[in-house]
């Protein structure tokens, strides 16, 4: 697949499906400081169609992007660490459950894990929260760049424990190299045809 155009389309503080939002979705989810914004920035070849930071907790809001006309990239907010008080971080969890619930046009979502670390409790919660409600998704192993392509394996094995994945079904991925963005490509075109 190539993303010949990528637009900002809205942001929610509560999901709601009407236009502009009538098509197939892929969810993009994880815990703040991830790599979602970078992942979605990457994968479109738009340094700033996303807004990336260094602290946690950047995404607020539920944004909708638009991707070749054709699908809608959704952007969730980072769950687990972030420097917002409680009752932001329970406004956050709800506004993204609503959406998991309400969401009529979701296909897939593409679970974000740091390949350095082991999943967090939020990471495998999340895992057990889709195969609960039906929603097939994909983890994709972050800041890959971080690690010798030799050790990549040795840093998967956990991830597939804790999230019951086979190792190939884990896409190792860097917005600073470009690791996994081809495999990432081909493996969207499968999910959205």
């Not at 499906?17 to 979605?40: D, F, H, M, R, Y």
């Not at 010798?148 to 079904?169: D, F, V």
Request: charged share 20%.
């Amino acid at each position: 697949m190539m993303i010949k155009n990528a637009a900002f389309v809205t942001s929610m503080a509560a999901y709601h499906e009407n236009p502009p939002i009538t098509l197939p979705q892929l969810a993009v989810v994880g815990k703040s400081n991830v790599g979602k914004s970078s992942l979605i920035n990457t994968l479109c070849r738009r340094k700033n169609l996303c807004k990336t930071s260094s602290t946690p907790g950047k995404t607020r809001l539920i944004n909708v992007f638009l991707i070749n006309d054709s699908f809608h990239l959704i952007d969730l907010p980072g769950y687990g660490f972030a420097k917002v008080n409680q009752t932001e971080k329970q406004r956050w969890g709800e506004m993204m459950e609503a959406y998991f619930r309400e969401s009529t046009l979701l296909k897939h979502a593409l679970q974000l894990v740091d390949i350095r670390h082991e999943p967090t409790d939020d990471d495998i919660a999340m895992a057990a929260f889709y195969r609960s409600i039906g929603i097939p998704f994909t983890v994709i192993a972050t800041k890959a760049d971080k690690i010798s392509r030799g050790a990549r394996m040795k840093h998967i094995a956990p991830i597939c424990r804790a999230m019951q994945k086979q190792p190939w079904e884990v896409i190792p991925f860097s917005a600073a190299d470009q690791t996994g963005r081809e495999e990432l490509l081909q493996h969207i075109e499968t999910l959205m045809a």
